[in-house]
């Protein structure tokens, strides 16, 4: 009969084993990674080049948390007082990252948690974030109806009346292009008002999203745009009819970047995604796709590709550099009179 | 005598007003908390560098108050309710009637049907209505095949299409109260109404409308407060330029992080949607009253 029965300390032993055994699994295959990202391509890229082949191999468990940037702004700010919040990584473009990182939300990357941060391109180099991807604002226009650009000025001109459209979730690239080309700075954004008004008045139309943009612009509802050069040579690619011009006032550089929240709950993890992000097969999978240029100095691009997303060194001689403090204390004001006066 | 004192006993004990204990903590937890939370940001600072201040200041309601914007955004979400809620009681009213009075074996079809709608999410439903009133949409096909216009007509990111929209998440809701409280009415009465002469508009007039009433009350203040917090469809029939009160809060909170303004305006929104649906109640259920004493033997 002995052996045969379960006995009190095996049961209690095997009732502990089985409410350990998640942990226990967790902890073998690696654990899990969470990232706050964008949907749609970005999402999908994020996929095929980073989670598929180079963290699921080391048996992360990779979650997305899917959304535009404001709510995951506000996601962050509402978590900031908690110990465990919900990003081990959290996507942002470069304004809003420098918004967040004001709140003291992030924390520094250092070579020895990221070694590929070493390559990347000293100019990309912020202390609370890593560079993904970027781009440039450029004019996007429809050369069947119209004569290149060569200054954000030339959207002002009366033949294009009504054909300018304009994507809401880019007013403030807006308001620094009218800025640029009335006296003003990256650093005075003011003169861009009363020109922006001059603008609406030859009816301009605002979209509420880069893609009813695209709509607009693929039926020839309008001819001409400011956009990413990266979204324009994935719109030429799906066969709209456009081109780029880069103004001579500069294109401003986008920089899409990542940063470990101070409380993510999978801190090493984050960093494992920092370092795969800057793998150069990740990077040149995003530049081949989307059209964003590598953010580090060891991924070349294909030839072909490097003409249609890069800019040549006068170009980015010529970058605008933002003013990300300045944009930050004026966000608030500047949207308001956006939402208020431009499309009111 | 053992009965009562058997009822007594049981009533010293009873667990009745036990049982609302978990349904409250549920409410203060999940529903009071959070507005406490956020009427105490609604009187803090906004600072962009610092994000919030703790203060204690009126400044936020005073800047929606003084601010012809704002001001204009309220009305508007105001007359978009109120003018949704109208049409949709004018709409809903004939079939929430033929619901309620058909006795087809059709009828669990037809309210299937009604009740369709709800299972579709708003966003799915305003991406449909993108569908049809998008200049290459079905609308505008349609008048460009037929020849009434050369060029597509702007029908979204109109006010038009909004209040299509809205009509279109709403209806459904006034359908089912109206056919609810019209199944209660008799038949009888609208056969006595007829058989003392009246026509049907005189026995909708004096006899179902009036009887209906508690009804139509029912239906207006659901779908009222339905309307003002609208956010899915304003933000994607209406566009950038058209704004509604749920759309803007939001922007406040996200896109600007103005949380102590964004409170202001969540406070403003639902205490003028509890004054309006209120005042509205109180003019209808008085009229209601007044019916009822027209109608009474003299």
Known sequence: ?344 | MAVRQARRRAGAFSLGPFLLVPASLLVVAFLVAPLAVLFRYSFNRYSPREFMIDAFTLENYARFFTDSYFIGVLTTTVRVAAVCTVVSLVFAYPLAYLLARTESRWKSALVIAVVFPLMVGNVVRAAGWMAVLGNEGIVNHALLSLGLVTQPMRLMYTPFAVHVGIIAVVLPYMILTLQSVIEGIGRDVEEAAANLGAGPMTTFRRVLLPLSLPGVIAGCTLVFILCMNAYATPVLLGGPQFKMMAPALYDQFTRTTNWPFGAALAFILMTSTLVLTILGTVVLSRRMHYRKLEAAPR
């Open chain 1, 1 to 344: 009969m002995t052996g045969q029965t379960i006995g009190r300390r095996a049961l209690l032993g095997a009732a502990a084993g089985l409410l350990a055994a998640p942990a226990t699994v967790r902890a073998q295959s690696g654990g899990r990674v969470v990232v706050g990202t964008w949907g749609g391509d970005y999402q999908d890229l994020l996929t095929a080049n980073i989670a598929d082949p180079l963290i699921r191999p080391q048996g992360i468990e990779v979650l997305y948390d899917v959304a535009v940037a404001p709510p995951r702004k506000t996601k962050l700010l509402a978590e900031r007082m908690t110990r465990r919040g919900t990003f081990d990584v959290a996507c942002l473009s470069d304004i809003d990252m420098f918004e967040m990182a004001q709140q003291n939300l992030f924390e520094p990357p250092t070579p020895e948690l990221v070694p590929n941060m070493n390559n990347v391109i000293e100019a990309l180099r912020k202390p609370y974030a890593l560079p993904h991807i970027y781009s440039g604002k450029v004019i996007l226009y429809n050369p069947d109806r119209m004569e290149k650009p060569t200054s954000y000025a030339d959207l002002w001109d009366p033949k294009l009346r009504g054909r300018v459209g304009l994507s809401d979730g880019l007013y403030i690239q807006h308001i620094e292009a009218a800025a640029l080309i009335n006296g003003g700075s990256p650093s005075n954004f003011e003169p861009a008002k009363p020109k922006l008004m001059e603008l609406k008045a030859l009816g301009a139309r605002v979209y509420p999203s880069n893609e009813a943009l695209a709509a607009a612009l693929n039926s020839g509802e309008v001819w001409a745009t400011i956009m990413w050069l990266a979204r324009g040579y994935m719109w030429k690619k799906a066969g709209m009819p456009i081109r780029h011009a880069v103004p001579k006032e500069g294109a401003t550089p986008i920089v899409f970047e990542k940063a470990v929240p101070r409380n993510a709950p999978n801190k090493a993890n984050g960093w494992r995604w920092m370092q795969a992000m800057l793998e150069p097969s990740a990077q040149v999978g995003f530049a081949e796709r989307m059209g964003y240029v590598p953010t580090v100095t060891n991924a070349p691009l294909p030839e072909e590709i490097a003409k249609e997303i890069s800019f040549t060194p006068e170009e980015q001689a010529n970058f605008v550099r933002v003013d990300y403090q300045y944009i930050a204390d004026n966000n608030a004001r500047l949207l308001d009179w956006w939402t208020r006066e431009f499309k009111g």
